[in-house]
């Protein structure tokens, strides 16, 4: 499969790495695979969502669909804002169906609920809902580096979906970043899961939006090989093969 311009762009972040684009509680990151463009969440506030995206130089009516992690604010604030500009076909859990599937028809999206894992595009899937307390489903993208694994929140826990992706897909994701909700977390609790991380297989994790700064600090200074600074502007773009990888290296 042709996995040349894997391109992933966060827009929406609490910490931003560029001046010019703004920072908010909440997350969201566009996904280029090939000639395909997805919107994993969508934050808190649509227009400061539509400005960071246009400051990144992404046309929101570019986007050909959204998947939506979890029913929390901080992820679907900018949906009907985004469904309106791009009539998206919008991949939500099926456990807020109901709530989000009513809001994206309104905004003249269409819905897939999704409950399983499923393909959405070669190279893409969801992980489909995981989790007991909020259902969550989180973003895998393969790519010449390996399989990327993006979170919204976390919800399930970051170890519990990393493991479910190596067992779904045979290998540990190559980088998993996203929200990994640890802001309440102890450093013993960081200190574990950033152990659990490694044994998996993972080599880099980019910490972001509600990992909280403190834990964001922990996985900075003992996993320095690891660690993926992640905010606004944050972006990857991913080379077209590993052969080609270790040539640039
Ligand atoms: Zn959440
Ligand atoms: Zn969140």
């Given amino acids: 499969m042709d996995q040349e311009n894997v391109r992933i762009t966060i827009v929406y972040d609490n910490r931003t790495l560029e001046q010019e684009l703004k920072p908010d509680w909440g997350f969201a990151c566009v996904v280029d695979a090939g000639a395909h463009r997805l919107l994993f969440d969508t934050g808190t506030d649509g227009s400061l969502l539509l400005a960071n995206m246009r400051k990144l130089g992404i046309d929101p009516g570019t986007v050909e669909a959204i998947v939506i992690s979890h029913n929390h604010w901080d992820h679907t604030g900018g949906l009907e804002t985004v469904v ?3 009539s998206a076909k919008c991949f939500i859990p099926a456990s807020a169906e109901k709530d989000l ?4 028809a309104k905004a003249g999206g269409t819905c897939v609920a999704v409950s399983d894992s499923i393909g959405i595009w070669p190279g893409v899937w969801s992980t489909g809902e995981m989790g007991n307390g909020i259902k969550e489903q989180s973003l895998v993208v393969e790519t010449g ?4 694994l993006i979170t ?22 190559y980088l998993v970043l996203g929200g990994f909700h640890l802001c309440h977390a102890s450093s013993e609790d960081v200190k574990e899961i ?6 998996l297989g993972i080599t880099k994790a980019g910490p972001g939006h509600c990992t909280g700064d403190q834990a964001i600090e922990q996985f900075r200074q003992s996993w320095p090989d690891g ?7 944050w972006n990857l773009r991913i080379p077209t093969t590993k052969a080609q990888r270790r040539e640039d290296e």
């Fill in 194 to 199: 950033i152990q659990a991380l490694k044994d």
């Fill in 152 to 173: 919204g929140c976390a919800h399930p826990g970051v170890v519990n979906i990393c493991s479910q992706v190596k067992q779904d897909f045979g290998e540990p994701p």
């Fill in 227 to 233: 660690f993926e600074q992640i905010g606004c502007g």
């Fill in 101 to 104: 599937g009513a809001r994206v």
């Fill in 145 to 148: 580096s390996g399989l990327v």
């Fill in 84 to 86: 309106r500009l791009c």
